[in-house]
Nanobody, 116 residues
Framework: QVQLVESGGGLVQPGGSLRLSCAAS????????MSWYRQAPGKERELVAV???????NYADSVKGRFSISRDNGKRTVYLRMNSLKPEDTAVYYC??????????WGQGTLVTVSA
């Protein structure tokens, strides 16, 4: 059974930091591109960061220099370190695993709220 379980969300003040984790099970983690997406209220889901199976990373322009994605294949976990958080970073953050165009999995999401 495939599972992606996110954790680490919560309420943080502007300028603060959080680290999200996504623990995976039920598939060959190391062969998947792992990503974080987010969806803010009233907006479409958007890509935040990706860490490919081959070791490449890419970020949305809005988070470059503030967020960092990493993965530990031994622990089957992907992380998103978020620094200098802004109110506009408030969203539900989703973990996403993709092997090819036919095989993909989503987590349930974790809420991040940036507010004073």
């Amino acid at each position: 059974q495939v599972q992606l379980v996110e954790s680490g969300g919560g309420l943080v003040q502007p300028g603060g930091s959080l680290r999200l984790s996504c623990a995976a099970s039920g598939f060959t983690f190391s062969t998947y591109d792992m990503s974080w997406y987010r969806q803010a209220p009233g907006k479409e889901r958007e890509l935040v960061a990706v860490f490919t199976a081959g070791g490449r990373t890419n970020y949305a322009d809005s988070v470059k220099g503030r967020f960092s994605i990493s993965r530990d294949n031994g622990k089957r976990t992907v992380y998103l370190r978020m620094n200098s958080l802004k109110p506009e970073d408030t969203a539900v953050y989703y973990c996403y695993a993709k092997q090819n165009k036919y095989v993909e999995h989503w987590g349930q999401g974790t809420l991040v709220t940036v507010s004073a």
